[in-house]
């Protein structure tokens, strides 16, 4: 994995936890988690820098959503972290 992929990999482990903590009454259950998410990293996190640009909230959002159904949706053998990094590298960082 590279350093920036590692470094995106663990952003999202922390968001995970920081998710399941402010939504621990009820056990992490979020229906907007997406959003949460988008929300913390572009304004709470290193991911900006790391990708070189700053998502719009709303692409990013629809990227972890779009993520999340194709990550459940196979037989996956890298950690959601590791295969979300990899993926919005590719997305925001490929594509400039």
Do not use: N
């Not at 056990?27 to 820098?49: H, K, M, R």
């Not at 990708?51 to 959503?65: N, Q």
Request: hydrophobic share 45%.
């Amino acid at each position: 994995m590279t350093d920036t992929a590692t470094q995106i990999c663990e952003l999202l482990h922390e968001a995970s936890a920081t998710h399941h903590r402010v939504f621990r009454i009820v056990d992490g259950d979020d229906p907007d988690w997406a959003s949460w998410y988008a929300e913390w990293l572009i304004d709470l996190s290193e991911l900006p820098e790391l990708l070189g640009t700053t998502p719009v909230r709303s692409e990013l959002v629809y990227i972890l959503v779009a993520l999340d159904k194709e990550y459940s949706g196979g037989a996956q053998k890298a950690a959601w972290e590791d295969f979300y990094a990899h993926r919005l590298i590719d997305h925001f960082v490929a594509s400039k």
